[in-house]
């Protein structure tokens, strides 16, 4: 079982930015697709990012242009790194892995 650890969550205004972290454990991270989800209160989780093991990413068109996903397979992390944050980018903030784990969540809130 993989398991997933989120950082990097907090407060922050309205056009700052943050950079989440999902630290992975297992010996194959390298060869998993890596994803960040998101959910606010009273909404469905909804994938923001993808990144194969490749390095192909893919966005939510929400985030496009303001959210960059990256992986460190040396380091098995992956990491979101957010700009120009909206209110509207206020959740809980899942990593997931292609394996079917899940972190436990980091919150992001954007607010001034």
């Known amino acids: 079982q993989v398991r997933l650890v989120e950082s990097g969550g907090g407060l922050v205004q309205p056009g700052g930015s943050l950079r989440l972290s999902c630290a992975s454990s297992?010996?194959?991270?390298?060869?998993?697709?890596m994803g960040w989800y998101r959910q606010a209160p009273g909404k469905q989780r909804e994938l923001v990012a993808t990144?194969?093991?490749?390095?192909?990413?893919n966005y939510a068109d929400a985030v496009k242009g303001r959210f960059t996903i990256s992986r460190d397979n040396a380091k098995k992390t992956t990491y979101l790194q957010m700009s120009s944050l909206k209110p509207e980018d206020t959740a809980v903030y899942f990593c997931?892995?292609?394996?079917?784990?899940w972190g436990q969540g980091t919150q992001v809130t954007v607010s001034s």
């Open positions: 297992g010996n194959f991270f390298s060869i998993y697709s």
């Open positions: 990144i194969t093991a490749g390095g192909r990413t």
């Open positions: 997931n892995s292609q394996t079917g784990s």
